[in-house]
């Protein structure tokens, strides 16, 4: 069965600093990566996605992340941290046979000025 | 519609009532999921459908839940004999398929189901 671990609840950045949020999966075969993000009373929104290719994934708002099949984790970076930024990030995985997605347990991003 | 469209946005029940929770996907999306948002229990996976396949129940949490989707369209959730620890947001996402972009859900806003 499919899984992804979230190991950190909250994250906390400086704005301007380097931010990374964790994940990492577990699935039979090559997977299928995600992340979404809620902003404070907004609904989950996707952020970028991962099926093959390049490891580095760019996606919206100027985040990016990395897909490492050995140590099967797909960390959330961003190079430089805003305020704005602050919401709760779900990663997500989908085995390539298709099917539910699962999702994470959230980590709560909180990025001060 | 523009989204997925969920009613209503707030449910207040007694314990014991069944309540039913209504999911519009966008038009064209052949696959529809449900899943409940509980403070600290993240995003939890309830049940699955994608276009005339038979759906994906494996995260219903006992057998007071069900799911229905009409037409390959509208969905309903139907909690029976409703309990406090059923108390969290319910959302309804939808996507295209699995092909290409069909991979990116759409989320509804939810509904925020309270049971006294």
Do not use: M
């Amino acid at each position: 069965a499919q899984s992804v671990a979230q190991p950190e609840d909250q994250v906390n950045v400086a704005e301007g600093n380097p931010l990374t949020v964790k994940c990492t999966y577990s699935v039979s075969g090559n997977p299928y990566l995600f992340w979404y993000v809620q902003y404070p009373n907004r609904g989950l929104q996707f952020l970028l996605k991962y099926i093959t290719g390049d490891n580095l994934v760019k996606g919206s708002y100027g985040f990016e992340a990395e897909f490492n099949k050995s140590q099967t984790s797909f960390h959330l970076k961003k190079p430089s941290a805003l305020v704005s930024d602050s919401a709760l990030y779900f990663c997500a995985v989908r085995g390539l046979q298709g099917g539910k997605l699962i999702f994470g347990q959230g980590t709560e991003l909180s990025v001060k000025p | 519609g523009a989204g997925v469209s969920q009613s209503p946005s707030n449910k207040v029940t007694e314990k014991g009532k069944d309540v039913e929770l209504r999911c519009d996907p966008i038009s064209g999306h052949t696959a529809l999921y449900w899943y409940r948002q509980s403070l600290g229990q993240g995003l939890e996976f309830l049940i699955y459908f994608q276009g005339n396949s038979a759906p994906d129940k494996s995260g219903l949490p006992s057998d007071r839940f069900s799911a229905e989707r009409t037409g390959g369209s509208v969905s309903t959730l139907t909690i029976q004999r409703t309990q406090q620890e059923d108390s969290a947001v319910y959302l309804c996402a939808s996507s295209l398929g699995l092909s290409g972009d069909g991979e990116k859900l759409f989320f509804g806003s939810g509904t925020q189901l309270s049971v006294l």
